[in-house]
């Protein structure tokens, strides 16, 4: 499977995913999915140009995301893939996109959050939006860089 990392992260491309993910898995190119900015052209292209020179990144709304993502799963290209939020990877699970693993990277906190772990905040809705997920066989987890050791939801989850 070419879907190296199925990655949410509110900040979407930023340092850590260009020089650490990409580099530690060799992935090949970046898929961005995410509806608001698959309609802004200029946040379309400061994405595009947050990428190291010769990393194609494709911005697309979650159906065309999820076209493309099953489309590359069984490719050979090894391929990033990043969600601005967990509604929008159970979103592409449920389309039928085959992730066995989904990474929290970034969620930021705020009012009606909750703190799972350094900087991963999550409201009910997508705490249930994730449970769904692990429901659904994905399992979840917390990896904020590439040598981390991955932190299962389950350990972090207050209601578990």
Do not use: K
């Amino acid at each position: 499977m070419s879907l190296r990392l199925v990655r949410i992260d509110d900040r979407l491309i930023h340092g850590q995913v260009v020089a650490g993910w990409l580099r530690a898995l060799g992935a090949q190119r970046i898929v961005i999915v995410d509806d608001a900015a698959a309609r802004d052209e200029f946040l379309r292209e400061v994405l595009s140009l947050a990428a190291p020179s010769g990393v194609p990144v494709e911005v697309l709304d979650v159906a065309g995301g999820a076209a493309r993502c099953i489309d590359l799963a069984t490719s050979q290209e090894p391929v990033i893939v990043l969600a601005r939020s967990p509604r929008t990877v159970l979103a592409l699970r449920q389309a039928g996109v085959p992730i066995e693993v989904v990474d929290l990277g970034g969620l930021g906190a705020g009012p009606g959050r909750r703190r799972l772990h350094r900087t991963i905040s999550v409201s009910s809705d997508e705490l249930a939006e994730l449970r769904e997920l692990e429901q659904l066989g994905t399992r979840v987890e917390i990896r904020i860089v590439a040598d981390d050791r991955p932190i299962a939801l389950r350990s972090v989850d207050p209601a578990r």
